[in-house]
C-alpha cells in the first residue's frame, strides 16, 4: 500500500499530513480541536467485513481494558492496532 493509498484511506492528503507535522513541529496546535472525541475513523464508502481469529485469553483480557482506558468498543481497538501496523509496514 503506498503512502497515498494509505493517506486517501484515512480520508486525508500527503500535503495535509505534512502540514499537520511541520506544525507540531513547530509548536503550533492551534489547527487542531482537543475538545471533542473522535470515536474511530470514518470509513468512507469501505464496506465492513467480520474476521475471525484466535488469540489467548490473556490478550483478550489485555484488549478490553486498553479499550476500556480508551473509551473504544473492542472492535476499534483491533482495528486501530491494525491500521498502526499497516501504516508501520507501509
Sequence with gaps: MSDR?????????LEK???DVAAVESGDLSAFDFNRAILGRPMVD??????????PHSRVVAIE?????????????????ID???VASA
Design 84 to 86: 498502526r501496523e499497516l
Design 17 to 19: 499530513i505534512e502540514s
Design 46 to 55: 469501505d464496506k465492513m467485513e467480520s474476521i475471525s481469529l484466535k488469540i
Design 65 to 81: 481494558k486498553a479499550a476500556k482506558e480508551q473509551g473504544v468498543t473492542r472492535s476499534e481497538f483491533m482495528r486501530r492496532a
Design 5 to 13: 493509498e494509505i493517506s486517501k484511506a484515512f480520508g486525508t492528503t
